[in-house]
């Protein structure tokens, strides 16, 4: 079905949506388009243009601070766009429609490299879940756990996009840039991209090598990583507050190149969903338990061998958490928000003590949590990755009740004012908790980021909830 039937046939049908992890934003929307070509999306958005109706980009729908919903809106829902549209073996670039999804799209190259002498795959793409989109990556500018990587702004070559008018555009550096720095990166608000051209990086294999660390080194030993030419790394710290090691005892593993000729062993240790399940339960009840089997996992898996693209890959278990309440019998059901911090690298372990004290002060409950680094964007607009930060997500439960609600709300303020306290900041669309004074202290852009947004969306056709919080917050400012 086209959009435009679509459209016109779902016109009084209405659909309640929500994100994939926190479940807290249960969303009303007009209806869900499933656009298959940049024609329908053409469609789609000129006729909300002319019914004076908005539209929300949505791929995965993993983003927690409604970036990928509007209230009253168009669902345009990516995921039928998920073809291959080209491959360039010489320069190593991959042309892709924005829906696809990493593991498909690592399947298309892996097959049509077979017998090759030499290979390409990504570079990198978020940790943690990998049914998410390449239109979704963009518009967030994501990151992985690369030890010398800028984001995935990076990784872009081009970018197609429909603007709100209504025309197709490619974006690079070349054309467009204007455009371009605004669309990665710009959480769906300056048009729909419906293709990407991805740099891709030589595909080779690597050792993973595993320690544990204390955070109060961990920076130091990252650098001694990076000089010795590792490639990927992260350190997944304790998330047991009993422990005296809590938020400063942790995993450290990293992934360095090996010889091409180094077999891959069948018989590797690996954890399964059954053993995520339990991992994720204990989390929940026992969370020294939990560090603890989680790390002497991670040490027997030390010497392991894998491609440097699909290690990247990863288990995510959809509506876990319903699963877990069951088991836990809570008062309360509940779920797991993130939140990501970045802070100057020789702030990470000053920032990660006060962490400490207020975690333990409120009790906060917190599920896991792991540091990751990042080097500078110089292109993107809204830049989230300043300088050569330290990233620090933290996973906390959140109680579906008011009191937890709140409580939860609290605690991710505070961190960012205590990111802030240490020079740093955030990310600006896993929650819409901070603050507008945390807000412009960490975007001082943000004012003229919504001036470009009305430049280029006179009509604002292009909306989500998390964008209309805060330009309606800062509208209430006298």
């Known amino acids: 079905?086209?959009?435009?039937?679509?459209?016109?046939?779902?016109?009084e049908h209405r659909e309640v949506c929500n994100d994939k992890h926190s479940h807290l934003n249960s969303t009303s929307v007009l209806g869900r388009i499933a656009p298959r070509a940049v024609e329908d999306v053409v469609r789609a958005v000129r006729h909300a243009d002319q019914r004076g109706q908005s539209l929300s980009v949505a791929g995965s729908c993993h983003a927690m601070g409604g970036q990928q919903f509007a209230t009253d809106a168009w669902l345009l829902d990516m995921r039928s766009m998920d073809k291959v549209l080209g491959f360039d073996r010489e320069r190593g670039i991959i042309h892709a429609q924005a829906g696809i999804t990493w593991p498909d799209l690592i399947r298309h190259y892996v097959i049509a490299q077979r017998g090759g002498a030499s290979a390409w795959g990504i570079r990198q793409k978020q940790t943690g879940a990998d049914r998410l989109t390449l239109g979704g990556a963009v518009a967030a500018n994501i990151h992985g756990r690369g030890l010398a990587y800028a984001p995935f702004v990076n990784d872009i070559e081009s970018v197609e996009v429909v603007r709100a008018d209504g025309?197709?555009?490619?974006?690079?550096?070349?054309?467009?840039?204007?455009?371009?720095?605004?669309v990665v990166g710009g959480y769906g608000l300056f048009g729909v991209v419906t293709s990407v051209k991805l740099r891709l990086a030589p595909r080779q294999k690597v050792e993973r090598v595993v320690e544990l660390a204390r955070v109060e080194q961990i920076i130091e030993r990252f650098q001694e990583r990076i000089d010795a030419g590792y490639l990927y790394g992260d350190f997944q710290f304790s998330s047991a507050p009993e422990d005296r090691g809590f938020l400063s005892h942790g995993v450290f593993s990293c992934y360095r190149p090996v010889d091409p000729d180094t077999p891959i062993p069948s018989g590797q240790i690996r954890l399964s969903p059954a053993d995520w399940r339990r991992l994720l339960y204990l989390a929940h009840r026992n969370k020294l338990q939990a560090f603890n089997e989680f790390a002497d996992f991670y040490l027997q898996s030390s010497g392991q061998i894998y491609w440097s693209d699909t290690h990247q890959l990863s288990v995510y278990l959809?509506?876990?958490?319903?699963?877990?309440?069951?088991?836990?019998?809570?008062?309360?059901?509940?779920?797991e928000m993130i939140t990501e911090l970045y802070v100057p690298r020789e702030q990470l372990a000053a920032f990660m003590q006060d962490v400490r004290k207020d975690f333990l002060r409120h009790r906060v409950d917190f599920i896991y949590g792991t540091v990751r680094l990042i080097e500078p964007d110089t292109e993107t607009f809204m830049a989230w990755a300043r300088e050569r930060f330290a990233c620090v997500i933290f996973n906390l439960h959140v109680d579906h009740d008011a009191r937890g609600l709140t409580a939860s709300a609290e605690a991710f303020r505070r961190l960012i004012d205590i990111a802030i306290d240490h020079g740093g900041s955030y990310f600006l669309t896993y929650h819409r908790h901070a603050s507008l004074g945390q807000l412009r202290t960490c975007y001082p852009m943000f004012d003229r980021f919504?001036?470009?947004?009305?430049?280029?969306?006179?009509?604002?056709?292009?909306?989500?909830?998390?964008?209309r919080h805060y330009r309606d917050e800062l509208a209430r400012m006298p």
């Open 1 to 11: 079905m086209s959009a435009l039937a679509t459209f016109e046939s779902r016109e």
């Open 167 to 182: 025309s197709v555009v490619e974006c690079s550096r070349a054309h467009n840039y204007d455009l371009f720095r605004l």
């Open 318 to 335: 959809d509506d876990y958490h319903g699963k877990l309440d069951d088991a836990l019998q809570p008062q309360v059901a509940g779920s």
């Open 450 to 467: 919504l001036a470009a947004k009305r430049s280029f969306d006179p009509q604002e056709l292009f909306q989500s909830d998390w964008y």
